[in-house]
């Protein structure tokens, strides 16, 4: 026999949290579960769970419900206030890619908005969600000579291992960015390709990986698409598109990864948040 119970939420709503199999005898999706977090106490609490709810959720198993968990399952799950995870979620709301229903819960939108922004903040896991949510396919990857623009990134290193991957919209296919990573030979070998097919670059890093990041200096650019850019991303040649770099280091203050992304430019904005203190 299924069992299933209730929830009283902060606003004193009640939400069914049933588990098992649904009245028409089909499974339930898998439950919605966001990923963990290591807060850092000098940047906003509620950005970095926004951002790590965010990636969570673009990155999210196909099966896996619509349904958040309530804002105090959440709050307990992140080690924050019930007001700071309501801040998160707002944020979230904002953007477009969850909607809130008084007595049904919280959903994610099955449809995001299409342009996204892309924002520097100093979290890693801004990073990790801004590069989530899209399929992935990796064009190739090999050893090459290290690029005479990075070599100052990698002094001693005489090759690095570069991967070449292009993201497109879940949804309609469309590509919206590709990027180029040269990665430290050594780090490099413990790197499953197929894992890249599935979470972005910095998430295989930190949580596959297990490369202890201590910090990534990026930069963004407007640029014009040069001939690989504008066919892979279907654009036309020479039209605005936005370019990013992340330099990643580890904690021995060692680069560990360059990653340059080409975004569309009719598909992202560039975005910088400034916290007042």
Aim: glycine share 8%; with cysteine; net charge negative.
């Amino acid at each position: 026999m299924t069992e299933s119970h209730e929830t009283t939420t902060g606003a004193g709503t009640r939400e069914d949290t049933g588990a098992g199999v649904n009245p028409v005898g089909r499974p339930h999706p898998q439950a919605f579960a966001p990923d963990s977090l290591v807060l850092n106490r000098k940047l906003p609490l509620w950005y970095q769970v926004s951002q790590s709810l965010r990636a969570s959720i673009l990155g999210r198993p196909q099966d896996a419900s619509p349904r958040l968990p309530t804002e105090e399952q959440l709050a307990a799950h992140y080690g924050v206030s019930v007001l700071t995870m309501r801040q998160a979620l707002k944020e979230l709301e904002t953007e477009g890619l969850i909607s809130r229903h008084r007595r049904r819960g919280t959903f994610i939108e099955p449809r995001a908005r299409r342009v996204s922004p892309v924002r520097l903040l100093g979290s890693v896991d801004a990073i990790v969600a801004q590069q989530s949510g899209e399929a992935t396919t990796v064009l190739g990857h090999g050893t090459v000579p290290v690029p005479g623009d990075l070599a100052e990134f990698f002094p001693h290193c005489g090759e690095v291992v570069s991967y070449r991957r292009l993201r497109r919209d879940g949804e309609s296919d469309e590509p919206t960015n590709w990027a180029e990573n040269a990665v430290r030979p050594d780090v490099a070998a413990r790197i499953d390709v197929s894992d890249l097919e599935r979470w972005p670059m910095t998430k295989v890093l930190r949580d596959v990986v297990g490369v202890r990041i201590s910090r990534i200096t990026d930069t963004v650019e407007a640029r014009l698409a040069d001939p690989v850019t504008a066919e892979l991303l279907q654009v036309p040649l020479l039209s605005p598109i936005l370019h990013y770099t992340g330099v990643t280091y580890d904690e021995e203050g060692h680069v560990v990864d360059v990653a340059r992304i080409r975004y569309r430019g009719d598909r992202f904005s560039f975005s910088v948040t400034v916290e007042a203190h």
